[in-house]
């Protein structure tokens, strides 16, 4: 049995009564909480979520197992438990989420909550890759027209272009980027908590012009830094984010938290450390530069051939 010191007690959130089941399937223990108030209990669920993003915890409710009903709630302890409540297509549960910065895939429901700043959804997220099966339709270059120079033979590989830092932004802000605060240089801009890819002159990456939107750094720590840049030849670009991607997987096989991925369109790039970021620019077709020795990607995920060796575009990440 689960004991249930860590969980939310009777009285509170406007919980009257609360067991305890297993899902015998996924081996799971499933916490179950009677709530008449529904209203009183996400406003609940909102104060504890704005309590702990307050503190720095960025990561609360990115994977929320929290379920609801009208007069019921739940936490499973499986993912497999969560996504089995809410996945099938008639299922009228849905997981509740307090944190503005989860992101939705496209063929996910998002709906208004009870409460401003919450809302529920059929989206089950998981680190682990257990979450939901992916639902958004996948681009299969074979049927995206003629072959582009460094591209396979079967054809475009659909990704995104732009002319200028101006249409490269409106393309993926607000909504995936936020580039409200913008600024076009050619200044080498970093902070300790946010890595670019490229180092040094951006000319010297193949990149024609570049800019960072977020918070620069000032009084207080830089804050949401993501690098947008317009690529003028983009095997350099690859050539380069290689090198410097093998440097840093040398010591233990894995990237740095800070630094940022490397995520490329047609003419384009972003850079960024931020998962939810990436997420969405994966919805927008752009595809992140693994050049990790032997890796490869699950079915229903993209991997196509980088413009150097060694690399793979893919819109998978495995979990850290």
């Not at 396979?152 to 995104?160: A, D, H, I, M, V």
Request: charged share 25%.
């Amino acid at each position: 049995r689960v004991p249930l010191s860590g969980f939310i007690g009777t009285g509170d959130w406007g919980i009257t009564e609360r067991g305890v089941c297993t899902d015998k399937k996924a081996r799971g223990e499933i916490v179950l909480f009677l709530t008449p108030d529904m209203k009183a209990f996400q406003q609940a669920a909102k104060d504890n979520a704005a309590k702990l993003l307050a503190e720095g915890r960025d990561d609360t409710d990115l994977a929320s197992r929290t379920v609801v009903g009208k007069t019921f709630a739940l936490t499973a302890l499986k993912t497999a438990t969560a996504v089995s409540l809410v996945d099938p297509p008639n299922s009228d549960l849905r997981i509740l989420s307090c944190n503005p910065d989860v992101f939705v895939p496209e063929g996910f429901k998002k709906e208004k909550a009870l409460v401003e700043g919450c809302f529920l959804t059929d989206y089950v997220n998981s680190p682990d890759g257990q979450g939901s099966p992916h639902r958004g339709a996948v681009r299969d270059p074979s049927t995206e027209g003629a072959a582009k120079p460094g591209q396979p033979s079967t054809g475009s590989l659909g990704l995104p272009s732009a002319g200028s830092i101006a249409e490269l932004r409106k393309l993926v802000s607000p909504h995936t980027v936020d580039c409200t605060s913008m600024k076009v240089t050619d200044e080498q801009v970093q902070s300790i908590d946010y890595m670019p890819v490229v180092d040094g002159p951006a000319s010297a990456w193949g990149v024609k012009q570049r800019a960072v939107c977020g918070q620069l750094g000032g009084e207080q720590r830089a804050h949401n830094l993501n690098w947008l840049d317009t690529v003028s030849d983009m095997k350099t670009l690859q050539t380069k984010a290689r090198a410097a991607q093998l440097a840093d997987l040398k010591d233990d096989g894995r990237l740095k938290a800070t630094a940022s991925k490397l995520l490329v369109g047609t003419n384009i790039a972003v850079e960024t450390n931020n998962a939810n970021v990436r997420r969405g620019l994966y919805q927008l077709q752009f595809l992140y530069l693994n050049c990790e020795t032997g890796f490869t990607a699950p079915a229903g995920y993209r991997l196509e051939k980088a413009q150097v060796e060694g690399c793979v575009l893919t819109n998978y990440e495995r979990p850290s």
